[in-house]
């Protein structure tokens, strides 16, 4: 069974910058494609970045230059880098692992952005 911990969530203000952490464990990390979703109160679950086991990514429009997703496979982690963080990116961030997405869930970290 795979399991995702995040971590790296908090209050920041606007034009902040957070890292987001996910550490796996129960896995073949390597092969997974790793992502990041987002929920905000009242909307769906979007996919915000994702990242290949080959260091392939991908990002919705509203982080293309903001955001950076990598991963360390050698650690099991997968990190998202979040700058200028606007009050539009406040939500519960969640970390997802599998062949394809989505796959495990993490239990989710918030994220607020707020002055």
């Known amino acids: 069974q795979v399991q995702l911990v995040e971590s790296g969530g908090g209050l920041v203000q606007p034009g902040g910058s957070l890292r987001l952490s996910c550490a796996a464990s129960?896995?073949?990390?390597?092969?997974?494609?790793m992502g990041w979703y987002r929920q905000a109160p009242g909307k769906q679950r979007d996919l915000v970045a994702a990242?290949?086991?080959?260091?392939?990514?991908s990002y919705a429009d509203s982080v293309k230059g903001r955001f950076t997703i990598s991963r360390d496979n050698a650690k099991n982690t997968v990190y998202l880098q979040m700058n200028s963080l606007k009050p539009e990116d406040t939500a519960v961030y969640y970390c997802?692992?599998?062949?394809?997405?989505?796959?495990?869930w993490g239990q989710g970290t918030q994220v607020t952005v707020s002055s």
């Open positions: 997802n692992a599998g062949r394809i997405l989505p796959g495990y």
């Open positions: 129960g896995g073949i990390f390597t092969i997974y494609t």
């Open positions: 990242i290949t086991w080959g260091g392939s990514t």
